[in-house]
């Protein structure tokens, strides 16, 4: 795959100035992030449908289209979105509603408010069509309350369409208090049948939103469904890869010249790629976090020229997930990094079952032990009893997320915990941080 970027080995880029502020959006491979360039302003209708056409009326023939081109979530899960289509169409209901989740709750991600303040006409046609699709009566927008960039597009939004007589499909705008696991498809659920944003035991598909069936999906997802309605499955197959086609949106941050800049690329693409795309980067690469704070943490050098959520090699156990890249340098404490993530997973549990509650606490005070310099080899294996108690037991996916970077970071930063538990505190804890979780040590 060629993007035209030139790649050297091991590592792109050349240390210098950092960036502060977050970066713009690149697109390696424009698509849902093609249009006009501008990071402030949202495309009005009149642009949007000039530049891409009409969204076609949604049905089986759309739903078949979105089977034939492989589209799998891009909220974390990479659920294959066809196969969510159909078990709500199969049902004999009185009218399903269609939840876009945009309140990306996840601290390290840009990618959906980005693509909702700039393109929400994209995701507001996807939604329209997936709905017509399987048959619900209803669109409701589900975002954080402190994006109010994007509340203010989608309002902008949903009025011209209703204006123009576009779309008659009723659309609303919802917002919930900021937080990690608010943005979970049932936690979303629970929050717009008037209880708190937290995970709760329901299957959304069969009894969501006021008992009716409910289709969940990423803001991203559905923008590129406004576009394979259009265009087909096989355009969505011309980039990605077989097991994963099409592009997906990712953030690159950590120690990169633009942190927070939103990459849109083929799936596929190496980690060297999007950290070019984000400027290159500013201190040497020592280890990348993939998939953000549930994700997995991988030695730079290995997987640098890589595909990134290819399906083999040494990102097997890495999906897109929730396009999430961050860059840890040279010098840095990537086991502090990791423990700030851990403690700030344990702080933002739902609070409803014990694995979360206790689990979770108890990991992240032994991580916390470790890298202050107290800890021994029994905290280790204290760890991995742990993760082993815990892991497929939470009401949620939150405690397995967690789990997977913890157990990622032990491989990754095995030379750090050693260190720790021979000297203490390590000169790296003294750089700062390149996440926005580590203040607490």
């Not at 077989?242 to 592009?247: F, H, K, L, R």
């Not at 999007?274 to 690469?285: D, F």
């Not at 939470?394 to 021979?422: E, K, M, W, Y």
Request: charged share 20%; aromatic share 4%; net charge positive.
């Amino acid at each position: 795959m060629t993007l035209g970027i030139p790649v050297r080995n091991p590592y792109p880029g050349a240390p210098s100035r950092s960036a502060t502020e977050p970066g713009p959006f690149v697109r390696l491979e424009s698509r849902i992030l093609a249009g006009p360039p501008s990071r402030d302003v949202a495309e009005p209708l009149d642009l949007h449908v000039r530049r891409i056409g009409s969204c076609p009326v949604g049905g089986p023939s759309i739903t078949l289209a979105i089977d034939k081109s492989g589209l799998t979530g891009r909220g974390g899960a990479a659920f294959p979105a066809a196969r969510k289509w159909r078990a709500i169409a199969d049902q004999d209901h009185g009218g399903a509603v269609v939840v876009v989740n945009a309140h990306e709750g996840e601290p390290a991600s840009r990618k959906d408010r980005t693509l909702l303040a700039l393109r929400p006409h994209l995701v507001l046609d996807g939604a329209v069509v997936a709905a017509e699709s399987i048959g619900a009566t209803e669109v409701i927008v589900y975002t954080a309350d402190t994006y109010t960039e994007v509340r203010e597009a989608l309002r902008r939004a949903i009025t011209e369409r209703r204006d123009s007589g576009y779309s008659t499909m009723p659309i609303t705008v919802v917002a919930a208090a900021h937080g990690y696991v608010a943005g979970e498809a049932s936690a979303a659920v629970h929050k717009l049948n008037g209880g708190r944003a937290t995970p709760v035991r329901i299957r959304p598909r069969e009894s969501g939103v006021h008992g009716r069936p409910t289709l969940v999906h990423n803001a991203e997802t559905l923008a590129h469904v406004a576009l394979i309605a259009r265009a087909g499955p096989a355009w969505f197959r011309q980039v990605g890869t077989p097991e994963v086609p099409g592009t997906g949106l990712v953030t690159v941050g950590g120690a990169v010249h633009s942190p927070g800049t939103v990459v849109e690329a083929p799936l596929g693409s190496t980690a060297a790629e999007l950290v070019q795309a984000a400027g290159g980067w500013t201190l040497r690469p020592h280890a990348i976090l993939f998939g953000g704070y549930g994700g997995v943490w991988l030695r730079a050098a290995d997987v640098w020229n890589s595909p990134l959520g290819g399906g083999g090699g040494p990102w097997v156990s890495a999906t897109p997930a929730c396009g999430i890249l961050i860059v840890i340098p040279e010098g840095s404490c990537g086991f502090a990094e990791a423990a700030g993530v851990m403690s700030h997973l344990a702080r933002v549990t739902a609070g409803n079952c014990g694995p979360c509650v206790h689990g979770l606490r108890a990991m992240a005070e032994t991580t916390t032990r470790v890298v202050n310099g107290g800890g021994t080899r029994d905290d280790v294996r204290r760890l991995h009893e742990l993760v082993d108690t815990v892991r497929g037991r939470g009401g949620c996916g939150h405690p397995d997320g967690a789990i997977n970077q913890l157990v990622s970071a032990l491989v990754t930063f095995a030379p750090h915990v050693d260190d720790h538990i021979r000297n203490g505190r390590c000169e790296g804890m003294r750089t700062p941080s390149y996440l926005p979780s580590r203040g607490w040590l």
